[in-house]
């Protein structure tokens, strides 16, 4: 079984950036698709990013298009969430996780079904 571990969270100034961490231990993190979802206080949990096991393939939430980027380095059993020009509506405890999804676009949690415990982003105006 894969256990997930995020870091990277914090206070930043809207404009500015931040990068999102993740390790894996256990199984072979290659085998699994890797995703970032969000949840802000009193809103649903989105899906901002997905990367397929290779990497070839990745998926943004519209909101996050050109600021963020998903990557994530197999030999290392790491995936990263680079945030660029951070907004305060950007603002919400961020979590990854891994699982063998229908889709590069697929968000169930049936699929992605192995998380980590999060990390606040907090972005101030």
């Known amino acids: 079984q894969v256990t997930l571990v995020e870091s990277g969270g914090g206070l930043v100034q809207a404009g500015g950036s931040l990068r999102l961490s993740c390790v894996a231990s256990?199984?072979?993190?290659?085998?699994?698709?890797m995703a970032w979802f969000r949840q802000a206080p009193g809103k649903p949990r989105e899906m901002v990013a997905q990367i397929s096991q290779s990497g070839g393939s990745t998926y943004y939430t519209d909101s996050v298009k050109d600021r963020f980027t998903i990557s994530r380095d197999n030999p290392s059993n790491s995936g990263f969430l680079q945030m660029n020009n951070l907004k305060p509506e950007d603002t919400a405890v961020y979590y990854c996780?891994?699982?063998?999804?229908?889709?590069?676009?697929?968000?169930?949690?049936?699929?992605?079904?192995?998380w980590g415990q999060g990390t606040q982003v907090t972005v101030s105006s």
């Open positions: 256990g199984r072979a993190f290659s085998s699994y698709n």
């Open positions: 996780a891994v699982g063998t999804p229908t889709s590069i676009h697929d968000s169930s949690p049936r699929n992605l079904n192995i």
